[in-house]
């Protein structure tokens, strides 16, 4: 196994369990050197702005749509829509990943709305770390993956679609401190985005973000070992 902590903090988690202080901060660095915006140049962000041709002047929206599989497809949707028809000021950048059918959906919304000059509809995309270095927010499923790159990048959350047992656990995390919120199969997805602007303000983030990741991927372990 492998204990996952900030950089400054090895020595804590090393010396009871007697693992090499060296493996923790391999794993620390590696993760904080990709998806830390410092970590981000000026000249790779600037790039990644410029190839989704936005302004530096509004919000901008990174959403994951989801895998091939298509789990919570009505949600996402109506998320997706949601988003184009009452926050006409932000832009988005969709990754539809391997699913055909909510790529067909997602173009059909931004036609419809008139929104391709603000809405990018990518299927796959090496360049995340630069797209978040330009977000403001991330709509996502919790995965433990995309939750970490996320509050490591000092992104707020808007939670949907998921797994029950560990998914699930994640959007309770961040809910309770604070740091996004679950929009759920029976909410009303309009309502539940009036709290869209307050989210957007990053309050609970910042320098917090790496404890939240230790404290979070702690819960992992102990979710795993029982």
């Known amino acids: 196994g492998a204990v996952f902590t900030p950089a400054g903090l090895p020595s804590l988690f090393a010396d009871p369990v007697r693992i090499p202080i060296v493996i923790i901060m391999i794993i620390s660095f590696s993760l904080i050197s990709i998806f830390d915006n410092f970590g981000i140049t000026v000249a790779a962000a600037s790039r990644a702005g410029h190839k989704m041709n936005f302004s530096k002047d509004k919000k901008t929206v990174l959403f994951f749509a989801g895998g091939e599989f298509g789990l919570g497809g009505r949600t996402t949707v109506m998320v997706f829509k949601v988003l184009l028809r009452l926050f006409k000021n932000t832009q988005v950048i969709a990754i539809s990943g391997k699913n055909h059918k909510m790529k067909a959906k997602f173009e059909k919304l931004i036609e419809s709305t008139n929104s391709s000059q603000r809405v990018k509809l990518i299927e796959f995309s090496n360049e995340i770390p630069e797209f978040m270095s330009i977000s403001d927010l991330v709509i996502t499923k919790p995965g433990g993956l ?22 699930e656990g994640n959007a309770e995390f961040l809910v309770n401190n604070e740091l996004g919120i679950w929009i759920k199969k029976e909410d009303n997805v309009a309502r539940k985005f009036k709290n869209f602007e307050i989210i957007m303000k990053r309050e609970n983030l910042n320098q917090n973000s790496l404890s939240m990741i230790v404290e979070l991927l702690c819960i992992y372990s102990s979710t795993s070992s029982e």
Request: overall charge negative.
């Open 146 to 167: 995309t939750v970490t790159e996320s509050l490591v990048s000092n992104l707020p959350i808007i939670i949907i679609n998921p797994i029950p047992g560990q998914e």
